[in-house]
């Protein structure tokens, strides 16, 4: 960088430290300017670098909201920003609305991470200032309580500061839209286009921070009965009197989850659950996992470790939003395994139709195609959407939704969103009802594989440091696509950037064989990866359930390094 570049951004930096209103990230700024600016070659280099990444771009506001690592600057989660994106959110909401009637109503939520609590202040504190009526939750809770709670309350939007499962030096912001703002199908559920862009228009129109006029007070104090309200509204989804024998251990990973999931459980009759100790109280820094995500390997060794010693039927693991749930069962003389999201997906699918749920069950394009049969066996439509619950969320008439990242929703009625408490109620009732029958719920599996075929399903994902990599894997094997896949002819090809099957266009390529295998490739929404999504089918035959989980296994082994290959992966 020559002496005008480094200049000029030394300027925008300087620019955006004197509006920024929080002395903390003032202070990082003049630090790094101080660094840049030393004329010492072995500290400069690295710290024009960091000021680069911070100030040469913005945090783009979308369908996830805002997320990123904390820090000072446009392109970091930080007062400054979260400020100006709640007064666009309030410009957003009078300009919907209209200037009759009641003004816009909000409630906001926030998690235990660094910081969570301060945004969510100073977001209630630029609503109130701007003529909303802010609404904030009684302390540090669940995603799925502000999804309920933008329902219950009548709000026309609800803004949860979290990051969900993203490392500890990230922080984020759900935007959910309801009430006036959203009289849709999926009114409540998280914002989808157009209204992302209308909201960062209004973003970007926002005056500097620390013009952004701002209350002292005012905005109303939620009382701690709204998590009852929760609890009691996702409970109605258990069968009355149901099977609840059964022995848990319960993980909230750091997160804030556990008390209302132990509640839930006492709530809706169970056992109490054992909570992980090492990681039953909120931590912002997750300090036993190196990823606070219960997909990522070892995040569950503590739970799983807990279950042999105790002797447990079940191990349930939720994020630390709770928005998510994982579930690991014993499998008889080998251990643990983990259940995939698209099994636990199908087994709750299957358990609410037997129960005789009405309307439609939905899964994203990245799921299992198993619930499109079980929905068929049971004479319900199915529909598949894009991938995240912003768009499950929005089908009409919805009964029940899921996708393969952990996430369900089985009480749309109650929250318009995955929830991984209602989730794991329900699916420790169903293990509960089987082990009653001296079953399990690897035994229900088995009898999905038999009567729809072994829908076996994988994934891989390519983390990265420049998102340009990923760019550069996709343009690969567009170029060069791969002409066989475990052995069978690739039959079609398709770019989803240009909509199939009736759905928006969105970023991936979609590959099906001849064979019936089905491989989708496309750059995640929330994290810097290329995910590779994979799924075999594969009938059973004479009974054995088992012979066809080791074809499926080899057969996805070698669409494994067959993808791996046509992205250019080591």
């Known amino acids: ?142 995603t799925p309580v502000l999804a309920f ?39 409540g559920a998280q914002i989808v286009p157009p209204m992302d862009d209308l909201i960062a228009h209004q973003i970007s129109a926002a005056p500097p921070a620390i013009d952004v006029t701002m209350a002292t007070d005012g905005w109303e104090q939620v009382g701690p009965s709204i998590v009852d309200e929760y609890l009691a509204s996702v409970g109605a989804v258990l069968t009355p009197g149901g099977a609840r024998e059964i022995s848990i251990v319960l993980t909230p990973l750091h997160g804030v989850g556990g008390d209302t999931a ?17 990681q039953a109280q909120p931590d912002p820094d997750f300090p036993t996992v190196s990823f606070p995500n219960p997909e990522e390997p070892g995040a569950l060794d503590l739970a799983l470790a807990a279950a042999r010693e105790r002797g447990a039927d079940l191990v349930i693991a939720n994020d630390p939003d709770a928005d998510r749930c994982a579930v690991a069962v014993p499998v008889p003389g080998a251990g643990w395994r983990m259940l995939r999201g698209d099994e636990v997906g199908a087994l709750l699918g299957d358990y609410l139709l037997v129960r005789g749920a009405q309307g439609v069950v939905a899964s994203s394009i990245v799921s299992s195609q198993l619930l499109s049969r079980v929905a068929a066996a049971h004479g319900v439509r199915h529909t598949e959407t894009l991938t995240g619950f912003k768009w499950l969320a929005r089908v009409p008439e919805l009964a029940y939704a899921y996708e393969e990242a952990l996430g369900y929703c089985v009480s749309p009625g109650a929250v318009r969103d995955k929830d991984g408490i209602s989730a794991a109620l329900l699916i420790a009732e169903y293990a509960a009802q089987l082990r009653a029958q001296e079953r399990t719920l690897l035994d229900a599996l088995n009898d999905l ?54 759905l928006p266009g969105t970023p991936g390529l979609r590959y099906r064989t001849t064979g019936g295998d089905r491989v989708i490739v496309r750059p995640s929404g929330t994290e810097p990866k290329l995910k590779c999504y994979l799924e075999v089918v594969i009938p059973v035959e004479d009974g054995s359930v088992d012979r066809a989980r080791e074809v499926a296994a080899d057969r996805l082994a070698r669409i494994t390094a067959d993808v791996s290959q046509a992205l250019g992966i080591s």
């Open 1 to 142: 960088m020559d002496e005008t570049e480094l200049a000029g951004l030394v300027d925008r930096a300087t620019h955006w430290r004197d509006a920024d209103p929080d002395p903390r990230t003032r202070r990082e700024v003049d630090r790094l300017i101080e660094l840049v600016t030393s004329g010492d070659s072995t500290v400069s280099g690295e710290a024009v670098d960091d000021l680069v990444q911070r100030f040469s771009g913005s945090l783009q506001f979308g369908t996830a909201g805002l997320r990123g690592a904390l820090g000072a600057g446009p392109n970091r989660m930080n007062r400054a920003v979260v400020i100006r994106a709640a007064a666009g959110i309030a410009g957003h909401l009078h300009h919907a609305l209209g200037p009759d009637g009641e003004p816009p109503r909000v409630v906001v939520g926030y998690d235990a991470r660094h910081d969570s609590d301060v945004f969510a202040r100073d977001t209630c504190a630029v609503l109130t200032a701007a003529g909303c009526v802010a609404q904030l939750l009684p302390g540090p809770l669940p």
């Open 149 to 187: 709670a933008l329902r219950h309350l009548h709000a026309d939007a609800g803004i949860m500061v979290t990051a969900s499962h993203n490392p500890p030096q990230d922080n984020g912001y759900k935007v959910y839209l309801g009430g006036r703002a959203d009289s849709s199908p999926g009114s």
């Open 262 to 278: 132990v509640r839930a459980f006492a709530a809706a009759g169970f056992p109490a659950p054992y909570l992980v100790e090492q």
């Open 449 to 502: 594989a038999t009567r729809h075929g072994l829908h076996a399903t994988d994934q891989f994902s390519v983390r990265v440091d420049d998102l340009a990599q990923i760019s550069d894997m996709l343009e690969r094997i567009t170029q060069r696509p791969p002409a066989n896949l475990g052995g069978s002819p690739v039959k079609s090809a398709e770019d989803l950037s240009a909509g199939v099957d009736g």
